[in-house]
């Protein structure tokens, strides 16, 4: 693939770096012909300017994405070359598929806050961007899932940004120091990893009626699914002196969004025990069982 980068903020990142998620990406989704990317590293300010022309919208956002066609039902990039005969661009020896914004303060921003580095992020949003232009979207909830999956399993070919345990259990640890527990006392923290690898942390937040008290793994998944990821893979527990194992009402909220999930849990010393949603919740009500057919049906 041809990458044309420019922008303000292209001195902060590695060429090469952003040319092997591009190349990567065009072999997972067998692009075989050569396509031509123009990647712009904007910041807040122009990224806002460029998001108000050209949809209306005033607000600041990390990518935007202009494909160069517009693709038929049916058709990706990769059974679609014939509809970018218009777009061959003779100087770059490549068909012109669009343009990528990318805004690096927002990189930053979602980099600290995912616990992840500047490069994983901007590399992510790069994908997202590649993936709009390759003909995917995610407005239907089934479509996000596709096209999650497809950035998953480019990230993961990136080995790099591959997360591994140890990273999301020093998460959960460090977690559980924000712990809200003026009444149990008990610390817990939680780490959950997305399909796509991101990070979310989350802490029991107690209170004086001890019934509302939210649970570490909750927190983490409901902060998770309030950000636009449902599919997950692996979540770390973390608790002071006794595994922390997911109680009842986590293993079940747990189970809505995740058909299995890896569960880590760490105590004491650095002592570690994994198992999986599937052997704590077996024959779960779940979407995952089927559940969703039934629902509402009894009563006809
Ligand atoms: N707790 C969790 O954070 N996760 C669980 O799965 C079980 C219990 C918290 C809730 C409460 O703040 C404290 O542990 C004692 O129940």
Redesign the pocket.
């Known amino acids: 693939m041809k990458l044309l980068v420019t922008g303000s903020a292209c001195k902060k990142v590695s060429l090469d770096l952003l040319k092997t998620v591009c190349n990567t990406a065009q072999s997972i989704e067998n692009i075989t012909f050569p396509p031509l990317v123009q990647l712009e590293l904007s910041n807040d300010e122009s990224i806002k300017n460029i998001n108000e022309i050209y949809r209306g919208i005033a607000c600041t956002t990390d990518v935007l994405s202009f494909p160069s066609i517009l693709y038929p039902e049916g058709f990706l990039a990769g059974n679609a070359e014939h509809l970018f005969a218009e777009e061959w661009d003779t100087a770059n020896q490549a068909y012109y598929i669009g343009d990528i914004i990318i805004s690096t303060d927002r990189a930053a921003v979602q980099a600290q806050n995912f616990g992840h580095s500047f490069e994983r992020e901007l590399c992510y949003l790069l994908v997202h961007g590649l993936f709009h232009l390759f003909g995917y979207d995610h407005l239907r909830e089934a479509d996000k899932i596709i096209m999650r999956r497809k950035e998953e399993q480019v990230m993961n070919a990136m080995g790099q940004f591959k997360n591994d345990d140890a990273k999301l259990l020093e998460l959960a640890r460090k977690a559980m120091t924000e712990a809200y ?1 003026p009444y ?1 006392k ?1 610390q ?1 923290g939680a780490c959950l990893q997305s399909e796509d690898g991101r990070l979310y942390t989350g802490c ?1 937040v ?1 209170n004086a009626s001890y019934g509302l ?1 939210n ?3 909750r927190t983490a998944i409901f902060k998770a699914v309030s950000e636009g990821a449902k599919q997950f893979t692996v979540i770390a527990i973390a608790a002071q002196s006794m595994p ?1 194992w ?2 009842g009402a ?1 293993r079940q909220v747990l189970s809505e969004f995740c058909e299995d999930l890896r569960i880590l849990v760490t105590w004491g010393d650095g002592e570690v025990v994994e198992s999986t949603l599937k052997e704590l919740l077996p024959h779960s009500f779940s979407p995952s069982s089927g559940v969703q057919e039934f629902l509402g049906k009894d009563s006809e």
């Open positions: 527990v149990s008990f817990g029991n107690e008290t649970c570490a793994e922390p997911p109680c986590c």
